[in-house]
């Protein structure tokens, strides 16, 4: 068999062992030759292009074929053609062409670039965090009628995997898993577009490598500190929040080092005598060789009860390594490098929140952050609750209870001209928000910035809105919003009381009786409506049934409307 050549201009691919390379094919074929005129001198036949009805490749590898092109999996370098097949179907049927293009595909044996690197002890679980951010799609074409494109909308984070059949728990940021042996670990984001520009996928990697030890039992508080009495000098087991012990065995004798409450870490020798302090330049456990645990401990669930009143910090978006993470600077100003046990929470730029942690038993991969910590419990900051007070002055709308994430762009108690519209598209909800200096940006309703008006360019044209679903401007310039001036709550007029709160799940909503029908809503900080009930004045109704279990915890509203009065409830979920 002759092997075809790779011809001047052709592409070649490198690639990884085990990846896969997409290869296109032609697409067009030469018009065929005007056949001769028939034997009375008639018109020939007017040939016809032939279309493109298959393409295949010269190899038997693993492939997976589109209307462009082919994917393949191969196992070896090699020069790969890809034949496209066409027929005529119109005028001149049964003219076919054949077209082929040769790639050269070099297969090697890549190892995979790691973020960072975690040592771990048998049995212990490391945190890997996901990419969240995908590439704008290219702008997509004009429409045949010339008219302004669909604006591509970045693919939004859907789920996270990882490339190993290791026990993993999954969260908005991430993935937590169990291994039983040390390797590179890829953690895969995959994104899908869900408003304008539908359809548009991404997916991102990242890998890190974990390295997994043999370590000494972990010590519980009274095996460290029966083992080391001196130790309650230092630390108040019963009075803790974020302290840590870790014990390491260098031959026969063993080295303590403690994490205090503020970061700080300390080394001390088996019988209390100190040794060392760290520093940001300066660690003394790798100053002093030590690598074997021979225990440890962290003052936390074992002395008492997470409590997001401890302290306060405010996430913000930094590069770790070549890659975006999230940090907390916590009030005391120190910056961390924060994991969740089992807390479905997904940080925002700029979010304060309040918080309880313990430090976290493996090093924080980043140089900006003075510590890794694990969050126990954490609440984001409310910055102010809907205000629905009788005021002739200034009316606070709702548009600023369903989108809470507006507070931090107007202050709709300090304007001028600032507008909000929205819009609706199917399931989704976009806002066209206008500042005092007629600057209009467009966001999808998390708060996305997704658009900015230029004097070429609109965004709720490109997008093919139509007209707003509701509507505020700043000082009663254009007409009120939609709730009449009765329905703003001034305080619990309604007997509505939610128990038991807070709650771990199960709570029972008592009612007034009302002659009207009345909505019941349940939503979450964010103003997401996460249930709705219509009840029926004639039934009598005096109590509803809510279960909360599967949400997570924090802090929710309980929303009632009849007919112009409207009263609103905070519940807590534990």
Same mark, same amino acid.
Request: contains cysteine; charged residues 15%; glycine residues 8%.
């Given at each position: 068999? @002759?092997?075809?050549?790779?011809?001047? /201009?052709?592409?070649?691919?490198?690639? =990884?062992?085990?990846?896969?390379?997409?290869?296109?094919?032609?697409?067009?074929?030469?018009?065929?030759?005007?056949?001769?005129?028939?034997?009375?001198?008639?018109?020939?036949?007017?040939?016809?292009?032939?279309?493109?009805?298959?393409?295949?490749?010269?190899?038997?590898?693993?492939?997976?074929?589109? *209307?462009? $092109? @082919?994917?393949?999996?191969?196992?070896?370098? %090699?020069?790969?053609?890809?034949?496209?097949?066409?027929?005529?179907?119109?005028?001149?049927?049964?003219?076919?062409?054949?077209?082929?293009?040769?790639?050269?595909?070099?297969?090697?044996?890549?190892?995979?670039?790691?973020?960072?690197?975690?040592?771990?002890?048998?049995?212990?679980?490391?945190? &890997?965090?996901?990419?969240?951010?995908?590439?704008?799609?290219?702008?997509?074409?004009? $429409?045949?009628?010339?008219?302004?494109?669909?604006?591509?909308?970045?693919?939004? *984070?859907?789920?996270?995997?990882?490339?190993?059949?290791?026990?993993?728990?999954?969260?908005?940021?991430?993935?937590?898993?169990?291994?039983?042996?040390? /390797?590179?670990?890829?953690?895969?984001?995959?994104?899908?577009?869900? $408003?304008?520009?539908?359809?548009?996928?991404?997916?991102?990697?990242?890998?890190?490598?974990?390295?997994?030890?043999?370590?000494?039992?972990?010590?519980?508080?009274?095996?460290?500190?029966?083992?080391?009495?001196?130790?309650?000098?230092? @630390?108040?087991?019963?009075?803790?929040?974020?302290?840590?012990?870790?014990?390491?065995?260098?031959?026969?004798?063993?080295?303590?080092?403690?994490?205090?409450?503020?970061?700080?870490?300390?080394?001390?020798?088996?019988?209390?005598?100190?040794?060392?302090?760290?520093?940001?330049?300066?660690?003394?456990?790798?100053?002093?060789?030590?690598?074997?645990?021979?225990?440890?401990?962290?003052? #936390?669930?074992?002395?008492?009860?997470?409590?997001?009143?401890?302290?306060? /910090?405010?996430?913000?978006?930094?590069?770790?390594? %070549?890659? &975006?993470?999230?940090?907390?600077?916590?009030?005391?100003?120190?910056?961390?490098?924060?994991?969740?046990?089992?807390?479905?929470? +997904?940080?925002?730029?700029?979010?304060?929140?309040?918080?309880?942690?313990?430090?976290? !038993?493996?090093?924080?991969? =980043?140089?900006?952050?003075?510590?890794?910590?694990?969050?126990? =419990? @954490?609440?984001?900051?409310?910055?102010?609750?809907?205000?629905? +007070?009788? !005021?002739?002055?200034?009316?606070?709308?709702?548009?600023?209870?369903?989108?809470?994430? &507006?507070?931090?762009?107007? !202050?709709?108690?300090?304007?001028?001209?600032?507008?909000?519209?929205?819009?609706?598209?199917?399931?989704?909800?976009?806002?066209?928000?206008?500042?005092?200096?007629?600057?209009?940006?467009?966001?999808?309703?998390?708060?996305?910035?997704?658009?900015?008006?230029?004097?070429?360019?609109?965004?709720?044209?490109?997008?093919?809105? #139509?007209?707003?679903?509701?509507?505020?401007?700043?000082?009663?310039?254009?007409?009120?919003?939609?709730?009449?001036?009765?329905?703003?709550?001034?305080?619990?007029? +309604?007997?509505?009381?939610?128990?038991?709160?807070?709650?771990?799940?199960?709570?029972?909503?008592?009612?007034?009786?009302?002659?009207?029908?009345?909505?019941?809503?349940?939503?979450?900080?964010?103003?997401?409506?996460?249930?709705?009930?219509?009840?029926? #004045?004639?039934?009598?109704?005096?109590?509803?049934?809510?279960?909360?279990?599967?949400?997570?915890? %924090?802090?929710?509203?309980?929303?009632?409307?009849?007919?112009?009065?409207?009263?609103?409830?905070?519940?807590?979920?534990?």
């Amino acid at each position: 068999m @002759i092997m075809p050549i790779l011809l001047a /201009g052709q592409q070649t691919f490198t690639i =990884c062992a085990g990846e896969s390379v997409y290869l296109e094919a032609i697409q067009t074929f030469p018009t065929p030759a005007q056949p001769p005129a028939g034997p009375d001198g008639g018109i020939p036949a007017t040939p016809c292009t032939p279309q493109l009805t298959d393409i295949s490749v010269d190899a038997d590898i693993f492939a997976q074929v589109d *209307l462009r $092109g @082919i994917t393949i999996t191969p196992t070896t370098s %090699g020069i790969y053609t890809v034949t496209s097949n066409g027929v005529c179907g119109g005028p001149g049927a049964g003219n076919t062409g054949t077209e082929t293009i040769s790639y050269e595909v070099i297969v090697e044996t890549c190892t995979p670039t790691t973020a960072a690197t975690f040592t771990i002890c048998a049995g212990e679980s490391v945190y &890997l965090e996901a990419i969240q951010t995908f590439p704008t799609p290219a702008q997509p074409p004009a $429409g045949p009628d010339g008219g302004i494109p669909a604006t591509p909308c970045t693919p939004q *984070l859907t789920d996270i995997s990882v490339d190993a059949d290791v026990f993993s728990q999954v969260d908005l940021r991430g993935i937590t898993i169990t291994p039983t042996m040390s /390797g590179i670990y890829t953690v895969t984001s995959n994104g899908v577009c869900g $408003g304008p520009g539908a359809g548009n996928t991404g997916t991102e990697t990242i890998s890190y490598e974990v390295i997994v030890e043999t370590c000494g039992t972990t010590a519980s508080s009274n095996d460290v500190f029966l083992n080391f009495p001196w130790l309650v000098s230092l @630390i108040n087991p019963a009075t803790c929040f974020s302290s840590s012990v870790r014990v390491y065995q260098s031959g026969d004798i063993q080295f303590v080092a403690i994490v205090d409450e503020l970061g700080a870490e300390q080394l001390y020798f088996q019988d209390g005598t100190f040794y060392c302090q760290s520093s940001a330049n300066y660690n003394c456990v790798a100053l002093y060789g030590l690598q074997d645990v021979a225990g440890s401990w962290t003052c #936390g669930m074992e002395s008492r009860l997470p409590d997001c009143n401890t302290t306060g /910090g405010t996430f913000f978006f930094e590069d770790c390594n %070549g890659t &975006l993470f999230f940090f907390l600077q916590l009030d005391d100003g120190r910056i961390v490098d924060p994991y969740f046990d089992g807390i479905n929470f +997904s940080p925002q730029e700029g979010q304060r929140v309040f918080i309880d942690f313990v430090e976290a !038993d493996f090093p924080t991969p =980043c140089p900006n952050a003075s510590a890794a910590i694990t969050i126990t =419990c @954490i609440l984001p900051e409310v910055l102010a609750e809907p205000d629905f +007070s009788i !005021d002739e002055e200034v009316f606070v709308s709702d548009v600023f209870f369903d989108y809470p994430w &507006l507070n931090e762009l107007l !202050d709709p108690t300090f304007c001028s001209e600032e507008t909000v519209s929205v819009y609706e598209q199917g399931v989704y909800k976009f806002l066209l928000v206008t500042n005092n200096a007629g600057e209009e940006r467009l966001y999808f309703e998390d708060g996305t910035f997704y658009c900015q008006n230029a004097p070429n360019y609109n965004c709720v044209v490109a997008y093919g809105f #139509g007209d707003p679903i509701d509507f505020w401007t700043c000082n009663s310039l254009l007409p009120e919003p939609t709730i009449p001036v009765d329905a703003r709550l001034t305080g619990s007029t +309604s007997t509505q009381k939610a128990f038991p709160n807070p709650t771990t799940g199960q709570l029972t909503l008592f009612l007034d009786k009302q002659e009207e029908m009345q909505q019941i809503n349940v939503i979450d900080i964010q103003g997401r409506i996460l249930q709705n009930f219509r009840i029926d #004045g004639a039934h009598n109704r005096t109590s509803l049934e809510l279960n909360l279990t599967n949400y997570p915890a %924090g802090v929710y509203y309980i929303q009632r409307q009849s007919g112009a009065i409207l009263t609103m409830e905070k519940v807590i979920k534990q």
